[in-house]
């Protein structure tokens, strides 16, 4: 769990970071919804000329403070702590920071900044990434705006000696952007410092040293929609997956106080960007998880070989038969619905590792139909580049299989089918829900 979290808490302070026609009046107000592993949040998102303020989006108890005002004519990012009353101020460029643009006909390269004679020396290693942009050149009208479809993707990789992030990272991206009048603030290639565990040491003297690699054609610019599949670890069983999904659900015009744009008075400055902000708790996290997300936390993807006497255990496979959906969200899901006081489910990739965790069963569910209510058509191809009014009802079919692991006997098989409401993950979860309910029954 404690991993886990660790990279939900990466997760989402990337989302912040990342969430980085014409108008008369050029300030505008969104709102603007994020889902993270099944678990949603909302910002509110302010822009006036060169400046963009984040409220919001606190997710598990993280973050709900922390306000990000993103300063494009000063050329740096202002992140405030209301509860605390402090602020950091982070330069978009760095100066310890290289960046190789591929596309130049010659490299430029900022070189890393040297310590004076008289400072301390500091640690720290070399995180290399590689950027890459491509716009497909398709466009579409949203909200008064002609939006282009742009993919990215983002891989880090620390050096042995990093202090920031010590695992590898790939971050592919597929968004709908615009470009609103005036703003226009560069990428972030940084990588975002998560927030440090109740316990954990602050290393002030560990910097890293970041080399950029950039290639490709296109421009970002304003987030509309944004599916971004986060994949940690590197390669092999430690690897972690998962994604996010950012959607802009009301987009207006509205008079702006310059004053939301700027350091409140009397805030003071923190020390380090660690002071600003809170130390993450993990059982407070688990708490406000369940409370908020009514989801059941206790057992997701951790679990000992041992398990206690007179609990059942069961081994749960991602859902196949759809391309459509999350399979490693439903998987989760599933996890949260089946656990309770005498059931302990556990989210396995195979029946080795079913074993290895002594589950007493297996459940694999299949989709045999995700169809679009009322509508004529076959399967949804490519909801990551649906139109934010675009179907939340589902006409879905699936079978689920409980399977005894001493003998491979059926110890359930519920088939579930009808019109199940919400986005496709959504519905598709519901569908999950009431067949996990059957399983439930079968173990009375």
């Given at each position: 769990m404690r991993k886990l979290l660790v990279y939900i808490a990466v997760v989402f302070f990337i989302i912040i970071d990342l969430n980085s026609a014409a108008h008369a009046q050029q300030q505008y107000k969104l709102r603007q919804s994020t889902a993270v592993m099944g678990m949603k949040s909302e910002t509110t998102v302010y822009v006036k000329a060169m400046r963009k303020r984040t409220e919001g989006g606190g997710m598990m108890g993280m973050g709900s403070s922390l306000v990000t005002i993103e300063q494009c004519d000063l050329q740096r990012t202002v992140k405030l702590n209301d509860k605390k009353k402090l602020y950091f101020i982070e330069p978009f460029t760095q100066g310890n920071e290289e960046v190789i643009d591929e596309d130049a006909s010659k490299a430029k390269v900022v070189p890393a900044k040297?310590?004076?004679?008289?400072?301390?020396?500091?640690?720290?290693?070399?995180?290399?990434?590689?950027?890459?942009?491509?716009?497909?050149?398709?466009?579409?009208?949203?909200?008064?705006?002609?939006?282009?479809?742009?993919?990215?993707?983002?891989?880090m990789k620390p050096s042995p000696d990093a202090c920031m992030m010590k695992d590898s990272m790939l971050m592919k991206t597929d968004g709908w952007y615009i470009d609103l009048p005036q703003f226009n603030c560069p990428v972030n290639y940084r990588p975002v410092r998560p927030p440090r565990m109740q316990n954990e040491k602050e290393q002030p003297q560990c910097m890293d040293k970041f080399v950029t690699h950039r290639s490709g054609k296109g421009k970002l610019g304003f987030p509309l929609i944004e599916t971004t599949t986060i994949i940690m670890g590197g390669s092999g069983p430690q690897t972690t997956e998962m994604q996010t999904s950012l959607e802009t659900i009301e987009f207006s015009t509205a008079k702006l106080d310059s004053m939301l744009f700027e350091i409140p008075p009397g805030y003071r400055e923190a020390k380090s960007e660690d002071e600003l902000q809170d130390k993450m708790n993990v059982q407070e996290m688990m708490n406000n998880a369940m409370k908020e997300n009514n989801v059941n936390m206790n057992n997701v993807n951790v679990?000992?070989?041992?398990?206690?006497?007179?609990?059942?255990?069961?081994?749960?496979?991602?859902?196949?038969?759809?391309?459509?959906?999350?399979?490693?969200?439903?998987?989760q899901r599933m996890v949260g619905t089946l656990t309770n006081s005498r059931i302990e489910a556990i989210a396995v990739s195979s029946e080795d590792e079913a074993r290895k965790y002594n589950c007493d069963?297996?459940?694999?569910?299949?989709?045999?139909?995700?169809?679009?209510?009322?509508?004529?058509?076959?399967?949804?191809?490519?909801?990551?580049?649906?139109?934010?009014?675009?179907?939340?009802?589902?006409?879905?079919?699936?079978?689920?299989?409980?399977?005894?692991?001493?003998?491979?006997?059926?110890?359930?098989?519920?088939?579930?089918?009808?019109?199940?409401?919400?986005?496709?993950?959504?519905?598709?979860?519901?569908?999950?829900?009431?067949?996990?309910?059957?399983?439930?029954?079968?173990?009375?």
């Open positions: 040297q310590n004076s004679a008289n400072a301390k020396p500091q640690k720290g290693g070399v995180i290399t990434q590689w950027y890459s942009i491509r716009d497909t050149n398709e466009r579409k009208e949203m909200f008064g705006f002609t939006a282009r479809h742009v993919w990215t993707s983002r891989k679990m000992s070989e041992t398990k206690k006497a007179g609990v059942i255990r069961i081994g749960v496979f991602a859902p196949s038969g759809d391309e459509t959906v999350q399979p490693n969200l439903l998987q069963y297996t459940l694999n569910a299949v989709f045999a139909k995700i169809k679009q209510a009322g509508k004529v058509g076959g399967l949804i191809k490519a909801i990551k580049n649906a139109d934010p009014n675009a179907a939340t009802s589902f006409n879905i079919e699936a079978n689920l299989i409980l399977k005894a692991m001493s003998d491979g006997s059926v110890k359930s098989k519920p088939s579930v089918e009808g019109k199940y409401e919400g986005k496709v993950d959504d519905a598709a979860g519901k569908a999950l829900d009431e067949g996990c309910r059957e399983v439930l029954k079968a173990l009375k």
